[in-house]
């Protein structure tokens, strides 16, 4: 026992009494969950140092396996409460990749047990007794896979992230709604689930109309959103299931390609009204609960609350305080806003050109609805960007993009979604890569599964080829059968120079889809690397005749160069200046090919046309090995220190 006064530490307006536990922000009591107000503590008892992530851990997490979302989770509950802000660090720095340090000017004084108001909301424990001690905190978040600790980073684990070049897996960030946490009352039910569980949430079937069909999709969307939310849960994106939209006949097929423990799957009958939901145990096909209910279709809000009901009660869920909070949340609290958000997802997801405009114009009716409905926004800014794949400028669609962003953060800053895709713009658009970093920063901490791709190649750029690894890697298990994805973890490794691992991958990628053109392209790509020229031609020709001549061409311009067909490259610049008279092609196409017959300033010309124009990619320009003839340029080392790409 000691009879050293307690500590009270003041910075700003924000009080904190690490003995009892209480937070004061401008003399009003706030609330904190028991193991964020243990890492502020911990944090203001270290702000002479940076904190490295590891030991924030193995401390406050000390023998329970959890990943580094934990402690993002934590970090961005923290700011919210303070009012702080990633982008500054007022309190708060994050040191990219390493861990946090606390900045603000503290006061240490001595205190009382008690100097808050009465019936002040306690941080630690509701007031009841003192806080404990770090080293016997429980933890707030769910066990999950272990963390490896060898390497000092995480081992590949089943989350989401969306991040991905090609836009095609953005629709996980929209997994934001309310959640709930797994509690079983009493005994489980056979094959009960316990820690993380994966679970995928098939799209309805309905014997009614196409729109019956849509609301089918919607319902299961809602439901995904739902469950998305609970810690104990890692649930496919709707993007993912979408594809399994046929899949009823036999959803166990389903539940073992999107590599799932379980499968919910259900029928909808809009004239009687009747519903019918079951869960299914991948491994051995078993049903665990079927349920039946009649229920009226017209408000979507009363659809989605009232299914989610009846799958919490058939799973034996129980919520607690701050989860039934959270799934209560809603971005709108308008029906017809919330429905044609809905249908705007359903159009988005289609990965066609007349879906993604038809996506556009739903959201736009949401936005029209609700002109606060902040995820609205965010999914038109989203649905913009999508048209780079069917022909469309960036010029085009860059600036609308930005503008929807930037109103949904206005709107609401906890938007994840709409930070991501911040970071994105600045990353493939800007090359801000400062503030990429930022807003990938902002969306990681409030939530900690998004933007795997897409920051995994940025993080190829800066040269953090470990972290990448493990990004990409991350992205691939939650999602092992999205097309899109699987192409581009290809397409990654061909700029790591793992021409081996490209070919398995992308390999996979058309044996899944053998009419997705960007597979091919990829894999001709390797193949010219590895001196399969033939191959490659085969291969880089079925991607133009796929997509009638938007993929592809100044690949094979480049292969035909490089093997002497230089006839055969000439008409390729030819093609290529034809179909840019009928959609955009980026002038990054003639730079390959200009650089495969050796005429470097033409090249060099064809990247400055293409950086001008916002469409060349970063990671592709750094390590594409057909510039690579370009590299030792002085006009080639000139552009790569205007553009900020210099290392």
Same mark, same amino acid.
Not at 377 to 403: I, M, Q
Not at 440 to 468: C, K, S, T
Not at 624 to 638: G, H, S
């Given at each position: ?61 000390? @023998? ?15 700011? %919210?409460?303070?009012? @702080? @802000? *990633? ?40 007031? $009841? ?24 980073? !995480? ?151 009232? !299914?989610?009901?009846? +799958? ?13 909070? &959270? ?22 997801? !289609?990965?066609? $050109? ?43 669609? +860059? ?33 801000? !890569?400062?503030?990429?970093? &930022?807003?990938?920063?902002?969306? %990681? ?38 097309? *899109? ?80 067909? %230089? ?73 790569? %220190?205007?553009?900020?790409? *210099?290392?």
């Amino acid at each position: 026992m000691t009879n050293e006064a307690p500590k009270v530490f003041f910075f700003d307006d924000v009080k904190v009494e690490p003995r009892t536990g209480e937070v004061f922000k401008a003399g009003a009591a706030v609330p904190l969950e028991p193991k964020v107000f243990k890492l502020l503590v911990f944090l203001i008892e270290n702000r002479d140092r940076l904190v490295e992530k590891e030991e924030i851990l193995d401390i406050l997490w000390k @023998d329970v396996n959890v990943t580094e979302n934990a402690l993002a989770s934590a970090i961005a509950k923290l700011r %919210r409460t303070l009012g @702080d @802000d *990633s982008k500054t660090g007022k309190y708060i720095q994050t040191m990219h990749a390493r861990g946090y340090r606390f900045v603000a000017n503290v006061q240490v004084e001595n205190g009382s047990a008690r100097n808050g108001p009465e019936g002040a909301i306690i941080g630690g424990n509701g007031g $009841k007794e003192p806080a404990a001690s770090l080293q016997s905190v429980a933890p707030f978040a769910a066990p999950v896979r272990p963390r490896n600790t060898a390497h000092g980073s !995480l081992a590949p684990a089943k989350w989401l992230s969306a991040r991905n070049v090609t836009l095609a897996g953005i629709f996980c960030a929209l997994l934001l709604g309310a959640g709930f946490s797994w509690r079983f009352l009493g005994r489980k039910p056979s094959g009960a689930v316990s820690g993380t569980t994966s679970i995928a949430v098939l799209p309805f079937q309905s014997a009614g109309s196409n729109g019956d069909q849509v609301l089918g999709f919607e319902i299961a969307d809602a439901l995904t959103s739902k469950l998305s939310n609970s810690t104990h849960l890692s649930v496919r994106p709707t993007s993912a299931t979408l594809h399994y939209s046929d899949s009823h006949d036999d959803p166990v097929a389903a539940g073992r390609a999107l590599n799932v423990d379980y499968i919910l799957e259900g029928n909808i009958q809009r004239s009687p009204g009747l519903v019918t939901v079951q869960l299914i145990r991948v491994r051995d096909a078993a049903s665990l609960q079927t349920v039946s209910f009649n229920e009226k279709f017209s408000n979507i809000f009363q659809v989605e609350d009232s !299914l989610s009901a009846q +799958v919490l009660r058939a799973l034996m869920v129980t919520l607690d305080h701050e989860e039934k909070q &959270r799934f209560g949340r809603r971005f709108t609290q308008n029906a017809a806003a919330y429905e044609a958000f809905l249908n705007a997802h359903y159009f988005m997801n !289609l990965a066609t $050109k007349e879906g993604t405009r038809q996506g556009i114009a739903s959201f736009q009716k949401a936005i029209a609805i609700d002109p606060n409905y902040a995820m609205a926004y965010a999914g038109l800014g989203d649905c913009y960007l999508r048209l780079f794949r069917f022909g469309t400028a960036p010029a085009e669609f +860059v600036p609308e993009s930005r503008a929807a962003e930037t109103k949904a953060i206005e709107l609401d800053n906890t938007v994840a979604y709409a930070h991501s895709l911040l970071g994105y713009i600045a990353f493939q658009y800007d090359w801000d !890569l400062p503030r990429a970093e &930022r807003e990938y920063e902002i969306a %990681r901490e409030l939530d900690p599964a998004l933007v795997h791709q897409w920051y995994g190649f940025y993080l190829l750029v800066m040269n953090h080829f470990h972290e990448a690894d493990v990004e990409f890697k991350k992205f691939n298990d939650f999602l092992p059968m999205l097309v *899109s994805a699987d192409a581009f973890y290809g397409q990654y490794f061909y700029l790591r120079s793992q021409n081996g691992l490209a070919v398995d991958q992308l390999n996979k990628t058309v044996a899944m889809q053998p009419d997705y053109p960007p597979a091919h392209e990829f894999l001709g790509m390797v193949y010219e690397q590895q001196g399969r020229t033939n191959e490659a031609i085969t291969e880089i020709q079925k991607a133009i005749d796929l997509s009638g001549g938007e993929y592809g061409l100044g690949s094979l311009g480049h292969v035909y160069a490089i093997v002497g067909r %230089r006839s055969d490259a000439g008409k390729m610049l030819q093609s290529i200046a034809e179909q840019s008279s009928r959609s955009y092609i980026s002038p990054y196409q003639l730079a390959i090919v200009h650089a495969g017959l050796d005429e470097k300033d033409q090249a060099i010309d064809e990247l400055e046309k293409a950086y001008a124009d916002r469409s060349l990619s970063a990671p592709v320009f750094r390590f594409d090995p057909r510039l690579n003839n370009l590299r030792a340029e002085p006009r080639f080392q000139d552009f790569v %220190r205007r553009v900020g790409l *210099s290392f």
